[in-house]
């Protein structure tokens, strides 16, 4: 079975520009989640999406967004990109909220700001 | 709030040595999880164990093995005869009950010494 993907794999942009980032969840799993890690650290929590709704939101402003689509994936959005935007973007899937389920994560998407 | 501390950075060893990696945490919940993650160069990250807190007894799988000690809040991680491939950076995690934010320390580096 395919485990959780991601892309692009790599990304760079200039500041100011959008991004779009995409996760697919593990087949059968309704729950994804979205997590920054900026280098030297260890991820911190975005969004949390569980049939289609916002369940969890982390200490992020507002430029990030996300959904949830009725096929499960989801898109992160980050607008008016600044230089501390640049890290490894992460997409986690568990199969259904609040379980005891462990995430399961994707290889990540690296995104590069200049 | 919750918190979780790995207070070592870097750790290098020789291979076929034990090493532990240590992880305190701290949370306000009675039923929360605990987690270790293994992110390779690549940076994935690889679940490792998922220990309840209602459950402390101590867990052996192959070479690793995992001391969980409610009175000092602490989750420490054995790996025993190392390998070089076990060289990575170790993430312990947090997560209350019905919640899926995971809360991360910043890691340790581990490397093994041929």
């Known amino acids: 079975d395919a485990g959780v993907t991601q892309s692009p794999t790599h990304l760079i942009k200039t500041r100011g520009q959008h991004v779009t980032l995409r996760c697919s969840p593990i087949?059968?799993?309704?729950?994804v989640s979205w997590y920054q890690q900026v280098l030297g650290q260890g991820p911190q929590f975005i969004f949390q999406?569980?049939?289609?709704?916002?369940?969890g939101r982390g200490n992020f402003p507002d430029r990030f967004s996300a959904r949830q689509f009725p096929n499960y994936s989801s898109e992160l959005n980050v607008n008016a990109l600044l230089l501390g935007d640049s890290a490894l973007y992460l997409c986690?899937?568990?199969?259904?909220?609040?379980?005891?389920?462990?995430?399961?994560f994707g290889p990540g998407t690296r995104l590069t700001v200049t | 709030a919750q918190k979780v501390t790995q207070a070592q950075t870097e750790i290098s060893v020789v291979e076929k040595e034990d090493v532990t990696l240590d992880c305190v945490y701290e949370?306000?919940?009675?039923?929360?999880?605990l987690f270790w993650y293994k992110q390779p160069p690549s940076g994935e990250l690889v679940f490792l164990i998922r220990?309840?807190?209602?459950?402390?007894q101590n867990e052996i799988s192959g070479r690793y093995s995992w001391n969980f000690q409610k009175s000092t809040s602490s989750f420490n991680f054995t790996i025993t005869a190392s390998q070089v491939v076990d060289s990575a950076v170790y993430f312990c995690?947090?997560?209350?009950?019905?919640?899926?934010?995971?809360?991360f320390g910043t890691g340790t580096r581990l490397t093994i010494i041929p």
């Open positions: 949370t306000r919940d009675t039923t929360y999880y």
């Open positions: 995690a947090l997560r209350n009950f019905g919640n899926e934010k995971l809360t």
């Open positions: 087949s059968g799993h309704k729950s």
């Open positions: 986690a899937s568990s199969l259904l909220q609040g379980s005891v389920d462990e995430q399961y």
């Open positions: 220990r309840n807190s209602f459950d402390e």
């Open positions: 999406y569980y049939e289609k709704e916002e369940r």
